[in-house]
């Protein structure tokens, strides 16, 4: 899963506020800085698992808290399956 991957999922489940730029270099960004809560993160897990061969544990949403930690979650689980 890439970047690409995530802020169109974002786009599609939760939207984007106009005043965040989702094509700028957000990897290290805090979900909240994004304007995201935990609420909008669990629908875009819940977007991601029917695309992706991956599960977030509910319990884990809050611990992910930028786009990199959740995009390397993703792919660790997304590995032994290659």
């Not at 802020?7 to 939207?15: E, F, S, Y």
């Not at 290290?28 to 995201?36: I, K, R």
């Not at 809560?37 to 669990?42: C, E, G, I, P």
């Not at 544990?57 to 979650?73: S, V």
Request: hydrophobic share 45%.
């Amino acid at each position: 899963m890439t970047l690409d991957d995530l802020t169109r999922v974002i786009r599609a489940t939760v939207g984007v506020d106009d005043s965040v730029d989702l094509t700028a270099d957000i990897h290290d960004t805090l979900f909240t800085d994004l304007g995201y809560d935990s609420l909008a993160l669990l629908e875009v897990v819940s977007r991601l698992e029917k695309e992706f061969p991956a599960s977030v544990p509910e319990e884990m949403i809050g611990e992910l808290r930028t786009p990199r930690e959740l995009i390397e979650f993703v792919n660790d689980q997304l590995a032994p399956a290659a």
